[in-house]
């Protein structure tokens, strides 16, 4: 059957270039429309629901909230497990699906038992929402809105900031393609607060119902259909609405004797931030911080684009003395991680290119082989992009790690194809290219078969991984399988028809560098052959060695990579205030401005809305370095990071 497929290929020689034109056209269509990340996303399929109720302590979360909704979800298919964290004032509960449970009828699933579970809830303790669709590494753009100079701009209070957050910055921000939302973390949530006098109510024979039901009856809107005055016809409206302070005053409260008592009577009205549960601090002064989620599934390069592309429109629509500065980008992330890999690819096919050269030592031969190396990784990203797998360190280093194994099988073909041509010149026979490079690969197109399937079956076990290993190292042995799996057909296609196209019968020698190791090598192989027990002998003793030593090796599920930045966890004692936790991470970054290294410093404490579920007396202290080309000392990261925790105990 190779033989036939060699056969064809060899006939229809026009016919086999044209489709590998076609196959190079869409593999760098695929190199330039897969998704680019950093790593895998290894979170797992899971739906998150979160139940505001402010002021209710965590057994009570417990009791109203979180038990009613996770027994709610159990009997859901695929269901792994159901997870739940109750803290002071929020409900969260987690549930994870199969891997292969699509994520948008998981969403729906829960969707529909909320729905029932809402009806076991008690009025006014919280609705249950759905979190974002986003995954682990869905935060893929964090920035700041703060006041561009604190003594200028002081009249900007951190409630203005975050309400120009909630209602501009991140409704333009949400419109930018692949993001699913945006948090808002820090600053204070405006209300409009009724501050009650007791001696007031007791006056006027008032209780606290009256009042609730007075202003929530008193800010509607409703419909009054329509009449009819002559020829036309006029819509009639009810317009409630409270726009400020003086509308909600303005409230009847009661009618005593036929005067109207106001709520501005019994109340004060004003403005003011609701109760928080974080708040976030970049280099000392209090600010908003926001992060866009990127939807999972998308291309995190394409979502940072498009978010950029919207916060050119979110900076023109701030008003004067509000500026957004960014914190973090996940596209540095992504560019030093596959630029990486890239680098490793682009070096690894040079060195190939040289050592063809060196052995086989004609020009004509090194450049079929090399064909097949671009080739074999253009039809890597063909079926990465049908398998939906990203760009990432894991799956480039698949192929980095397959460089050399892709053209093993060309090298073979078109060795032996050179030689055939070689010695039917010797012998004085007319050589007929196409001939020789049918024999050639009907000698060696079964070995080369074998041998690249034997490959790609090394690589089985770890498709049999599960779980969190699975999708690490999945990818790599998928692409690596790609491109052995594409190495083949190259080698049993187009490589015969460049070499019958392009070689040229010469003279079989050896280059100088074969001649220089063969006077190395020769003797050694006698002397090898004539001490078969000693070499076995020393081989099975290394291999010993060997696996002694394999214990003392470290070991580490990921290694350390370094992004340019350090991030500090701090645990304050479990009563500690949310006003003393932003006086310690003012303290904190003010220690670490003191570092010349240092670019800026973020702390974000406590939690956000349908957030993080930490409590205030957490915080996480985010110091974006300098690059290390603007470093004045001559110490590492590790040593800086070291004198930086000395400073800070």
Same mark, same amino acid.
Do not use: C
């Given at each position: 059957? =190779?033989?036939?497929?060699?056969?064809?290929?060899?006939?229809?020689?026009?016919?086999?270039?044209?489709?590998?034109?076609?196959?190079?056209?869409?593999?760098?269509?695929?190199?330039?429309?897969?998704?680019?990340? &950093?790593?895998?996303?290894?979170?797992?399929?899971?739906?998150?629901?979160? %139940?505001?109720?402010?002021?209710?302590?965590?057994?009570?979360?417990?009791?109203?909230? %979180?038990?009613?909704?996770?027994?709610?979800?159990?009997?859901?298919?695929?269901?792994? $497990?159901?997870?739940?964290? #109750?803290?002071?004032?929020?409900?969260?509960?987690?549930?994870?699906?199969?891997?292969?449970?699509?994520?948008?009828?998981?969403?729906?699933? /829960?969707?529909?038992?909320?729905?029932?579970?809402?009806?076991?809830?008690?009025?006014?303790?919280?609705?249950?929402?759905?979190?974002?669709?986003? #995954?682990?590494?869905?935060?893929?753009?964090?920035?700041?809105?703060?006041?561009?100079? +604190?003594?200028?701009?002081?009249?900007?209070?951190?409630?203005?900031?975050?309400?120009?957050?909630?209602?501009?910055?991140?409704?333009?921000?949400?419109?930018?393609?692949?993001?699913?939302?945006?948090?808002?973390?820090?600053?204070?949530?405006?209300?409009?607060? /009724?501050?009650?006098?007791?001696?007031?109510? !007791?006056?006027?024979?008032?209780?606290?119902?009256?009042?609730?039901?007075?202003?929530?009856?008193? @800010?509607?809107?409703?419909?009054?259909?329509?009449? @009819?005055?002559?020829?036309?016809?006029?819509?009639?409206?009810?317009?409630?609405?409270?726009?400020?302070?003086?509308?909600?005053?303005?409230?009847?409260?009661?009618?005593?004797?036929?005067?109207?008592?106001?709520?501005?009577?019994?109340?004060?009205?004003?403005?003011?931030?609701?109760?928080?549960?974080?708040?976030?601090?970049?280099?000392?002064? +209090?600010?908003?911080?926001?992060?866009?989620?990127?939807?999972?599934? $998308?291309?995190?390069?394409?979502?940072?684009?498009?978010?950029?592309?919207?916060?050119?429109?979110?900076?023109?629509?701030?008003?004067?003395?509000?500026?957004?500065?960014?914190?973090?980008?996940?596209?540095?992330?992504?560019?030093?991680? /596959?630029?990486?890999?890239?680098?490793?690819?682009? +070096?690894?096919?040079?060195?190939?290119?040289?050592?063809?050269?060196?052995?086989?030592?004609?020009?004509?031969? &090194?450049?079929?082989?090399?064909?097949?190396?671009?080739?074999?990784?253009?039809?890597?990203?063909?079926?990465?992009?049908?398998?939906?797998?990203?760009?990432?360190?894991? #799956?480039?280093?698949?192929?980095?790690?397959?460089?050399?194994?892709?053209?093993?099988?060309?090298?073979?073909?078109? $060795? @032996?194809?050179?030689?055939?041509?070689?010695?039917?010149?010797?012998?004085?026979?007319?050589?007929?290219?196409?001939?020789?490079?049918?024999?050639?690969?009907?000698?060696?197109?079964?070995?080369?078969?074998?041998?690249? !399937?034997?490959?790609?079956?090394?690589?089985?076990?770890?498709?049999?991984?599960?779980?969190?290993?699975?999708?690490?190292?999945?990818?790599?042995?998928?692409?690596?399988?790609?491109a052995m799996a594409g190495s083949l057909v190259l080698t049993l296609t187009l490589i015969p028809v460049l070499?019958?196209?392009?070689?040229?019968?010469?003279?079989?020698?050896?280059?100088?560098? /074969?001649?220089?190791? *063969?006077?190395?090598?020769?003797?050694?192989?006698?002397?090898?052959?004539?001490?078969? *027990?000693?070499?076995? %002998?020393?081989?099975?003793?290394?291999l010993v060695a060997s696996l002694a030593l394999f214990p003392l090796l470290g070991k580490e599920f990921m290694?350390?990579?370094?992004?340019?930045?350090?991030?500090?966890?701090?645990?304050?004692?479990?009563?500690?205030?949310?006003?003393?936790?932003?006086?310690? #991470?003012?303290?904190? +970054?003010?220690? !670490?401005?003191?570092?010349?290294?240092?670019?800026?410093?973020?702390?974000?404490?406590?939690?956000?809305? *349908?957030?993080?579920?930490?409590?205030?007396?957490?915080?996480?202290?985010? %110091?974006? =370095?300098?690059?290390?080309?603007?470093?004045?000392?001559?110490?590492?990261?590790?040593?800086?990071?070291?004198?930086?925790?000395?400073?800070? $105990?």
């Open positions: 059957m =190779l033989e036939k497929l060699v056969d064809a290929s060899l006939r229809y020689k026009f016919l086999v270039l044209i489709i590998f034109g076609v196959v190079a056209f869409l593999g760098w269509r695929a190199v330039v429309t897969v998704p680019i990340d &950093a790593f895998p996303d290894v979170t797992p399929a899971q739906v998150n629901i979160y %139940t505001e109720s402010p002021g209710l302590a965590a057994e009570d979360v417990e009791q109203l909230l %979180t038990f009613p909704i996770e027994s709610g979800m159990a009997g859901l298919p695929k269901v792994q $497990e159901i997870r739940s964290v #109750s803290l002071f004032g929020l409900s969260y509960v987690a549930v994870y699906f199969d891997d292969d449970m699509d994520i948008y009828f998981a969403r729906r699933l /829960v969707m529909e038992r909320l729905q029932e579970v809402a009806d076991r809830i008690p009025d006014g303790y919280g609705t249950p929402e759905m979190g974002p669709n986003s #995954s682990g590494l869905g935060q893929v753009f964090w920035y700041t809105l703060e006041r561009a100079d +604190e003594q200028l701009n002081a009249a900007i209070t951190d409630m203005d900031l975050r309400t120009l957050h909630d209602w501009t910055v991140r409704l333009i921000l949400r419109t930018a393609p692949g993001v699913d939302d945006v948090m808002s973390w820090g600053g204070q949530e405006r209300q409009f607060q /009724v501050i009650l006098k007791p001696l007031s109510l !007791l006056k006027y024979d008032l209780t606290f119902t009256d009042v609730m039901e007075v202003i929530q009856a008193n @800010n509607r809107q409703v419909g009054g259909q329509y009449v @009819n005055l002559g020829a036309e016809q006029y819509l009639v409206r009810g317009l409630g609405l409270v726009a400020d302070e003086q509308d909600i005053g303005a409230m009847v409260v009661k009618v005593d004797d036929g005067t109207p008592v106001y709520l501005r009577d019994i109340a004060t009205i004003e403005q003011g931030g609701a109760l928080r549960f974080g708040a976030v601090t970049r280099d000392g002064k +209090e600010v908003v911080l926001g992060m866009a989620l990127s939807r999972m599934g $998308e291309n995190a390069a394409k979502v940072v684009e498009a978010v950029k592309d919207k916060v050119a429109i979110v900076e023109s629509a701030l008003p004067d003395g509000v500026v957004l500065r960014p914190v973090y980008d996940r596209t540095d992330l992504v560019d030093k991680a /596959v630029g990486t890999a890239v680098t490793a690819l682009v +070096e690894g096919s040079i060195l190939v290119a040289i050592v063809l050269f060196l052995f086989l030592g004609e020009v004509r031969s &090194a450049i079929v082989v090399i064909a097949a190396l671009p080739l074999a990784m253009l039809i890597a990203f063909i079926f990465m992009n049908e398998a939906g797998l990203s760009a990432n360190l894991m #799956s480039l280093a698949g192929l980095a790690v397959g460089i050399g194994m892709m053209v093993d099988g060309a090298v073979v073909m078109v $060795e @032996n194809a050179f030689r055939i041509m070689a010695e039917r010149r010797e012998s004085g026979e007319p050589v007929d290219r196409t001939a020789a490079v049918l024999a050639a690969a009907r000698e060696v197109a079964n070995p080369i078969a074998f041998a690249i !399937l034997i490959i790609i079956v090394v690589f089985l076990p770890l498709f049999a991984l599960q779980g969190l290993e699975g999708k690490l190292f999945k990818p790599m042995a998928f692409n690596i399988s790609f070499a019958a196209l392009i070689l040229k019968p010469k003279e079989e020698r050896d280059t100088w560098l /074969v001649r220089i190791i *063969k006077t190395g090598y020769l003797p050694l192989l006698s002397w090898s052959l004539a001490h078969k *027990k000693t070499v076995v %002998t020393g081989a099975v003793a290394l290694p350390q990579l370094q992004e340019g930045s350090i991030m500090w966890r701090v645990t304050s004692i479990p009563s500690a205030s949310l006003d003393q936790s932003i006086k310690i #991470s003012k303290d904190i +970054e003010n220690a !670490l401005s003191t570092f010349p290294e240092v670019e800026t410093t973020v702390a974000m404490i406590g939690r956000a809305e *349908k957030g993080e579920t930490a409590d205030v007396n957490y915080m996480e202290i985010y %110091t974006e =370095l300098k690059p290390e080309s603007e470093w004045s000392g001559d110490r590492d990261i590790e040593a800086l990071a070291e004198a930086m925790r000395e400073e800070l $105990e």
